[in-house]
């Protein structure tokens, strides 16, 4: 069994930035696939960005050139550096690890940007 744990979520002013942290713990595997999704109030889940093991990036439009996801394969960790954030950012922000017929999701990190 893996666990993800996030952090670094919080309350933050527009324009403001904040990092997220995946931890994954328990039966480790360096996961192919690492992921952050975000759910805002009353909305679905959406993809924010997603990192494979050789560096490859994706994002979501509407994070590009704000947000920089990246992964610590040494320590089973990945990471959500969130810059010049807006209101619309404002969610809960799910980490993902994917690969080898598994799909683990942690429990979520509030996000809230707000003046």
């Known amino acids: 069994q893996v666990q993800l744990v996030e952090s670094g979520g919080g309350l933050v002013q527009p324009g403001g930035s904040l990092r997220l942290s995946c931890a994954a713990s328990g039966s480790i595997l360096n996961f192919p696939v690492r992921g952050w999704y975000r759910q805002a109030p009353g909305k679905q889940r959406e993809l924010v960005a997603t990192?494979?093991?050789?560096?490859?990036?994706n994002y979501a439009d509407s994070v590009k050139g704000r947000f920089t996801i990246s992964r610590d394969n040494v320590k089973n960790t990945a990471y959500l550096q969130m810059n010049n954030l807006n209101p619309d950012d404002t969610a809960v922000y799910y980490c993902?690890?994917?690969?080898?017929?598994?799909?683990?999701w942690g429990k979520g990190t509030l996000v809230t940007v707000s003046s």
């Open positions: 990192i494979v093991s050789g560096g490859i990036t």
């Open positions: 993902q690890a994917r690969g080898y017929g598994m799909d683990y």
